[in-house]
């Protein structure tokens, strides 16, 4: 009996004097506000996809997975803490008297030791982790119950779970759900519920890796609890006890690993809310893991891929590698972003621009034979040449020559300001790449050219790429080619030549698309366009090797077509935008805008478009009764009448009486007409002639010699002899030059150009 009284004055003292201490307390001063920032810092970075599940989690500061839940807790986790660990959590105001008064008095007269630590005191003490001292224990009290005059108690609990400790590194209850169970917190059985909760009681002794049966024991115990109160049912226990422990934790999944480091490093936000579907990201990652294999065969070793939905420019899959875990060839590179050499993957955008310009329709004519622009001789990859051939067909073939004298026409600074326009890149500099331009010299990225390719998709309207779902982006298009030109284009590409048995879905599987291989093989390009998807697929080595395996068509063309067959699609190409397109008349020899009275054809031309040149390639002569061309001079002019004849360039007919083709369609009258011409050097070009380990080069001369006449050489005023060569090799020194060609007809051609050669580099003695 005097025990007990003891007990009890005992216990009513030190009540007293807790609750002046507690009065006392609650003039402490205490940041609540600091409170939610202190917690929100300690979160992982994580990633999500279009739906958020997640793509990628990275450690925190701590080297610890900490995830904070985006939704509410569910129905039998809240139960099961609440049971175990504060079961008047709603009641009281933070500190539970009858808890402190049970916990003194097992601490003073029991062997078993309690805390009373309610969940608001259990939140102060996760925010400033202290020793087990009654002094920590009274600042918690005072702490609690300042947290509980700021936050909703439903506030409260989410904060302790999602900041409570499961074991090793392993923090907050979404974590624990995910690397314990697989799953997400809403999907927890009564079982799990259980164990999450707990955990925290003491998890640096007990987790799914060690003390085992202590575990489970706690967490039968809960379950027996939650049974007796009437929360469970005797057959929810029975199935709930039957339930294994995890035997191991599992990793967080990393579905676009190249993304997720992108969107996290240098950035201390914590969620990021992407546009990435994992079916499809995880889909594609495969097929490009398994082609990968026949690549590094050919010795190939990487590729990238980047899917985009065209109805709001949103990015669904990125795949930076052939697998970001592959070391040995450089996995962890993003050839998303990697700038490379573009190849020919640019030609239809020059295409549409040309149209637009009115400087061609598809049907329009243009010259491919070997050509020089000053110092830049391109060749065609096939090195077949047409000699003429329609602006359609050249760009289906990719052919070289043509688009090099496009660009001439069309401008290269103005082609370079319009990828500017669209890409935004810090370069300024369009002379450094002059016509080789539009052959791949200035090198873009996987995710430029699909930012290309998906504003040709939508008609010309060119937007930003999306990544995140929850940020502003700028949706403003840019409407810088018109919906005629860009459908033109996207029905012209659409007839592109595809690889294997590709090519017998071409009607039933429409896809627009363009293939590029850059200059020595080192990059092989594929990027096409559907209603619903921009794809575009990059091969080639990180390192920068060339390979002559390597080729757009067929190299990067099979995955490209690996890839779209599982796409989901409606099958359907693109329809032909109201109002956007008209009928004009064009010449049927040469495809430009009909002048004379000659033979036509009605072709389709953008509405928007500036109105299309004639034709450079007809002429207007006067002949005689005999039919042989005259002019004023002539005593037969009175009695002329007008011809129309066509006037193919010098070089092209050059061509084609050295191909040995017929040309009675392309040159009618020899009269008036320039027969010997340099082809090459051009007047006034500067050469500048470099040093291999074989010394000097020579400087090759080219002329046209369409009657295949003997021709008189003269350099600078001394006469050299005479032949019917149409190419010569001349060593030249540093100086300004002049040649003159004169034929036995008595027609000549002059030229003057500059040799420059550059100075030796002195090695300097140390």
């Avoid at 009540?15 to 507690?22: D, F, G, K, R, V």
């Avoid at 439903?154 to 624990?176: F, R, S």
């Avoid at 057959?235 to 339930?243: A, D």
Wanted: positive net charge; aromatic residues 12%.
């Amino acid at each position: 009996m005097r025990k007990k009284y003891v007990i009890y004055f005992s216990t009513l003292l030190i009540s007293l004097a807790l609750i002046l201490l507690i009065s006392a307390g609650l003039y402490l001063n205490f940041d609540v506000k600091e409170l939610r920032a202190t917690f929100a810092k300690r979160y992982s970075q994580v990633v999500l996809d279009d739906k958020d599940n997640i793509l990628g989690v990275y450690l925190n500061a701590d080297e610890q997975w900490h995830l904070q839940s985006r939704t509410p807790i569910p129905e039998k986790l809240q139960i099961a803490v609440l049971n175990y660990e504060d079961r008047n959590f709603y009641q009281h105001l933070g500190v539970d008297p009858k808890g402190i008064l049970r916990a003194i008095r097992d601490n003073l007269f029991k062997a078993k030791r309690s805390g009373g630590s309610t969940i608001s005191m259990q939140v102060a003490k996760l925010f400033a982790p202290k020793t087990r001292t009654l002094a920590n224990k009274y600042q918690e009290i005072i702490h609690a119950l300042k947290i509980e005059r700021n936050f909703t108690k439903d506030e409260i609990l989410a904060m302790y779970l999602n900041n409570a400790p499961y074991g090793g590194n392993i923090v907050g209850y979404e974590t624990a759900s995910l690397l314990y169970f697989q799953k997400y917190p809403q999907e927890l059985t009564w079982a799990e519920a259980c164990l999450l909760a707990v955990l925290p009681n003491s998890p640096g002794l007990m987790h799914i890796e060690k003390n085992r049966s202590q575990l489970m024991r706690k967490r039968n115990f809960l379950l027996q609890t939650l049974f007796t109160r009437g929360v469970i049912s005797k057959f929810q226990l029975e199935l709930s006890l039957k339930e294994p422990i995890p035997r191991r934790r599992y990793s967080f999944r990393a579905s676009a690993p190249h993304l997720s480091r992108r969107l996290t490093s240098n950035s201390s936000e914590k969620v990021f809310k992407t546009t990435i579907n994992t079916e499809l990201q995880e889909k594609i990652t495969k097929i490009v893991q398994d082609y990968a294999e026949y690549l590094q065969q050919e010795g190939i070793a990487n590729a990238a891929v980047i899917l985009v939905d065209n109805k709001n420019y949103a990015v669904k899959a990125y795949i930076g590698s052939q697998n970001f875990y592959d070391l040995a060839n450089y996995g962890q590179v993003d050839g998303i972003t990697a700038l490379r050499s573009p190849g020919s993957v640019l030609k239809p955008f020059l295409y549409a621009l040309a149209i637009d310009a009115g400087i061609i329709a598809p049907e329009s004519k243009i010259a491919d034979v070997p050509l020089f622009f000053s110092n830049f001789s391109p060749q065609n990859a096939s090195k077949k040449y047409y000699g003429f051939i329609e602006i359609k067909k050249a760009l289906i073939k990719s052919l070289n020559i043509p688009f090099v004298l496009l660009l001439q026409e069309y401008q290269s600074e103005r082609f370079f300001y319009f990828l500017k326009d669209v890409l935004g890149f810090a370069d300024n500099n369009p002379n450094r790449y002059g016509l080789s331009l539009i052959l791949g010299t200035k090198e873009l990225s996987v995710e430029n050219i699909a930012k290309l390719y998906a504003g040709l998709g939508n008609f010309g309207n060119f937007q930003e790429l999306q990544y995140l779902r929850d940020r502003p982006v700028d949706t403003q298009t840019k409407p810088l080619i018109s919906q005629g030109a860009a459908y033109l284009t996207l029905e012209t590409i659409r007839k592109l030549e595809r690889p294997d048995l590709e090519s017998i879905y071409q009607d039933k599987n429409p896809i627009s698309w363009k293939t590029g291989t850059s200059y020595g093989r080192k990059d092989g390009w594929a990027a096409g366009v559907t209603p619903e998807w921009t794809l575009v697929v990059w091969v080639g080595n990180f390192t920068g090797e060339s390979n002559s395996n390597l080729s757009g068509v067929v190299t990067a063309g099979k995955l490209f077509f690996n890839i779209f067959n599982i796409l989901p699609k409606k099958n359907l190409g693109f329809e032909m935008p109201q109002g956007a397109l008209q009928r004009i008349k064009v010449d049927t020899a040469t495809g430009y805008k009909l002048k004379y009275d000659v033979s036509f054809q009605e072709v389709l031309y953008p509405t928007a478009a500036k109105p299309l040149k004639f034709s450079p390639y007809y002429k207007k002569v006067f002949v005689n009764s005999q039919d042989e061309e005259i002019d004023s001079r002539s005593p037969d002019f009175d009695e002329r009448h007008a011809k129309i004849l066509l006037n193919y360039p010098l070089e092209v007919v050059n061509y084609f009486i050295k191909q040995n083709m017929d040309i009675s369609n392309v040159f009618i009258s020899h009269n008036q007409q320039r027969t010997v011409k340099f082809i090459y050097p051009l007047n006034g070009l500067k050469i500048i002639v470099p040093k291999d380990f074989d010394g000097e080069k020579n400087i090759i001369i080219k002329v046209a010699n369409l009657q295949q006449q003997n021709l008189h050489w003269y350099l600078n005023q001394q006469y050299l002899g005479k032949d019917k060569q149409t190419e010569k090799s001349f060593f030249l020194k540093a100086g300004t030059h002049h040649l003159t060609i004169v034929g036995e007809n008595g027609e000549s051609d002059s030229i003057s150009f500059e040799v420059i050669k550059p100075k030796r580099i002195k090695a300097r003695s140390k």
